[in-house]
């Protein structure tokens, strides 16, 4: 049986302030399997029918959001000024504490995985777990095979900072598909231009197994199941 103070689940759940929350419990607005609850600190088991304000709760520990991140937004949770992932959310898949699982540029789009679970934004990130990232560039120039065979070694960057083995495949004129497994500030493009060549254009096409829809318009979002979640990391 899990147990969480009430006030956190209807806070977390609902995506309102813990302070709220408690008003709104201590009102009289939230019920468990049926009777009204006004203890904020009252543990409850996750498992019972929640109903808060009117709306029944389906509760989940953790969220995993996949969007297609459009160009112009920031990966980041919140900014005073500029609009980030997590403003994108659509309301019923908002809660407190998301954030983007690691960061694309600002103009790059593609895949991106908004979570409130930090051990699996770990598991996903860390250089150290090998899960490669999957992106499709359009460049300046075409791929050589020397280029092909220099990010299969790991290339240096120009500041020195050596980069793990990449696996580089031209797939059209200008065009190439890259998998990295790290993520350094702006590495695709310091890894191209190792070797000459400029990015016009970066979108991440997948994480692991997990592959982007090409139905999913920028923008767009959908909730994760466990077993998609799983397939993020079949392709290490």
Request: hydrophobic share 40%; net charge positive; aromatic share 6%.
């Amino acid at each position: 049986m899990a147990t969480e103070r009430f006030d956190k689940i209807i806070a977390n759940q609902f995506n309102i302030s813990r302070k709220d929350a408690r008003i709104a419990i201590r009102r009289g607005k939230g019920t468990v399997d049926g009777q009204t609850v006004r203890d904020p600190s009252l543990l409850v088991d996750t498992a019972s029918k929640i109903v808060f304000d009117g709306q029944a709760l389906e509760y989940k520990k953790f969220v995993y959001i996949l969007m297609n991140k459009p160009k112009g937004v920031l990966s980041a949770s919140e900014d005073k000024s500029r609009k980030t992932v997590v403003d994108l959310v659509p309301k019923q898949f908002k809660r407190n504490g998301l954030f983007p699982v690691g960061r694309l540029d600002k103009d790059t789009t593609g895949l991106l995985i908004i979570t409130d679970d930090g051990d699996f934004a770990h598991r996903a990130i860390a250089p150290n777990k090998n899960v490669y990232k999957t992106y499709e560039a359009t460049l300046d120039g075409a791929v050589t095979n020397e280029m092909v065979e220099a990010f299969s070694q790991g290339v240096i960057l120009a500041d020195g900072t050596a980069c793990k083995k990449a696996r580089l495949t031209p797939i059209a004129p200008n065009k190439a598909q890259i998998m990295i497994s790290e993520g350094k500030y702006h590495q695709i493009k310091r890894m191209f231009g190792t070797v000459g060549l400029g990015v016009n254009e970066l979108k991440r096409t997948a994480i692991g197994g997990l592959r982007l829809p090409g139905d999913l318009s920028e923008g767009e979002c959908f909730l994760l199941t466990e077993q998609e979640i799983d397939t993020i990391f079949t392709n290490c």
